[in-house]
């Protein structure tokens, strides 16, 4: 209980954190915005390294494979993208 | 590594992430913002590949290999118009590989015989991850079909998808519960998994290219959810927050869309606004005899003449391609001393905020992109408005209260306060909510027909002479 209360508190703290941030990006940059949050949340790779590491079978082996191949290209991709966007809006400052 | 040192670089991480968010509150500090916000990811993985001891490094290594590989060609191929697809598809990837890890964790546990290992909390987390992870992957499958063109961009309404989708929602919980109680079988997961894929193509493909921008900011608050869940039940402190930031990320976006739109989230996901379009002789009433159609010759007099110039870029002129031909236009007019202004619609493009990146792609300098609420007290005192492929943004219907109207109470650019008026447009065809535009019938009004980028090099040309 009191681990679980702990993480409740945490994730409440963080959401207002988020509110705070995220409403002072200006509608200009919600694209980047959108798909630099996104490559935020393959944070998940995180949890799939753990599960990933441990292979009994084939088949946990091809799940564990797949999983940390589209978290990653979910990671990269995202932070790639965001990056090439930002670029155009930053080349006429 | 002691787990309290290796929590230690989770919360940097965490604050870094934080950071990255922060710096994009300007277009100067927005780079290494998002420079930031990758440090931080980079560390959250190199500690947890320091931290677990991990038996097979190879599959972690290839996975990663081949997912690098796919997310940079990816982020580098896309053009700006295709960011939404590519935001989809980073977002189905997202949710298919948590549900995919989770789904591995449990097969290895049952196989290798730790069944005292899945505890409940365990199984709150499989099943929150084949839900969320479900309906994130083929959700996003479906949005990306549609805005590729693969799949028919309109609402595709099947009868009875109501009863239907409240059935597969109920099949969802009643699953969750059995893994819940019962972890000792993988089944009830992977059928969870198929109902919950089955159910993200059902609530996605109702919903009409247009209102995209609101589907992609929810599947995006989805996986920011499934994260935080996630780490909420594995007890890891980085993914709760970075899922939280995410959560109100889509969450506040989608908000945002659906406000600009003057629409509550449960009539863009259920409504299927766009399936039906508005009877010719409705059209026919409003613009007989009324519309003016103008030549390239004669807007280019008219702009010539002008001192302050506001272009209304719409997805169709993203759709010509005509972004860079306008942005010419644009430094054509501001030589001969014309102030030019563009006004950005929250709902233009495809995406939340995508018209920015289109026309910051085709050079134009950002502080000449003006939102809404900025720019509409300066139409009173503008001598033309350029409208180029936009129609029911600036369509002074929506300012009626009739519920007939599909978009009535939607916030509009205020253009039919300038001067005049240009419409730059194929055809009277109506917009996605399928009625007709009063506006193109106004006093102050001419279309100029055409395709959007081949009038505006008309429209170069005609300037040029008229010099």
Request: glycine share 10%; charged share 15%.
């Amino acid at each position: 209980m009191e681990v679980f209360v702990a993480a409740l508190t945490i994730f409440v703290l963080a959401l207002f954190v988020g509110f705070e941030v995220i409403t002072k990006v200006p509608p200009l940059l919600h694209t980047p915005l959108m798909s630099g949050a996104n490559a935020i949340s393959g944070i998940t790779l995180v949890g799939t390294l753990v599960t990933a590491g441990v292979q009994l079978t084939t088949f946990t082996t091809i799940l564990g494979f797949l999983a940390v191949a589209m978290a990653t290209a979910n990671v990269v991709g995202g932070f790639l993208v965001t990056h090439r966007m930002l670029e155009m809006f930053r080349r006429k400052d | 590594m002691s787990p309290e040192l290796i929590d230690l670089f989770y919360l940097i991480a965490a604050v870094l992430f934080i950071f990255g968010l922060k710096g994009l509150s300007h277009p100067r500090t927005a780079v290494r913002g998002n420079l930031l916000g990758s440090a931080g990811m980079l560390l959250a993985i190199v500690v947890t590949l320091l931290d677990r001891r991990i038996v097979s490094f190879e599959v972690i290594v290839a996975g990663i290999v081949v997912g690098a590989l796919v997310g940079v060609i990816l982020a580098y191929k896309v053009s700006m118009t295709s960011m939404p697809q590519v935001v989809a598809v980073f977002n189905g990837f997202g949710g298919g590989a948590s549900a995919l890890a989770v789904g591995a964790a449990l097969e290895e546990a049952l196989r290798g015989g730790f069944v005292e290992e899945i505890s409940v909390q365990f199984t709150v987390a499989a099943a929150l991850s084949a839900l969320i992870g479900g309906v994130s992957f083929t959700g996003s499958a479906v949005a990306f079909g549609k805005l590729q063109g693969l799949v028919n961009d309109k609402p595709i309404l099947i009868a009875g998808r109501h009863v239907l989708n409240v059935a597969l929602a109920m099949i969802c919980l009643g699953l969750s519960v059995w893994l819940v109680l019962d972890g000792t079988s993988s089944l009830s997961f992977w059928i969870l998994a198929g109902v919950a894929s089955l159910l993200g193509i059902m609530l996605v493909i109702p919903i009409g290219g247009a209102d995209m921008p609101v589907v992609i900011a929810l599947l995006n608050s989805y996986s920011g959810v499934a994260a935080a869940g996630h780490g909420w039940v594995l007890n890891n402190t980085v993914l709760i927050i970075a899922g939280s930031l995410v959560g109100a990320a889509g969450f506040i976006l989608t908000a945002l869309m659906c406000r600009a739109m003057n629409r509550s989230l449960v009539n863009v996901m259920f409504a299927g606004v766009g399936a039906n379009v508005a009877t010719i002789e409705e059209s026919e009433d409003i613009y007989a005899g009324r519309v003016k159609a103008a030549s390239a010759e004669e807007v280019a007099m008219l702009l010539q003449d002008a001192r302050r110039v506001i272009i209304v870029p719409g997805y169709g002129m993203a759709v010509a391609q005509a972004q860079f031909v306008v942005q010419d236009l644009a430094e054509l007019l501001e030589s001969k001393g014309v102030e030019v202004d563009f006004a950005i619609h929250p709902v233009a493009g495809r995406m939340p905020g995508h018209m920015n990146v289109l026309l910051a792609e085709a050079n134009i300098p950002y502080q000449k992109l003006k939102d809404m609420d900025e720019i509409n007290p300066a139409f009173r005192q503008t001598d033309v408005v350029l409208v180029i492929g936009a129609n029911d943004v600036v369509n002074p219907l929506a300012r009626e209260s009739d519920p007939s109207i599909p978009i009535a109470g939607m916030p509009i650019l205020d253009v039919d306060q300038a001067r005049s008026v240009v419409i730059v447009k194929r055809s009277l065809s109506p917009g996605f909510s399928g009625i007709a535009n009063p506006l193109f019938a106004a006093d102050n009004a001419l279309m100029l027909f055409g395709d959007a980028k081949q009038v505006a090099m008309d429209l170069m040309t005609a300037v040029k002479e008229v010099a």
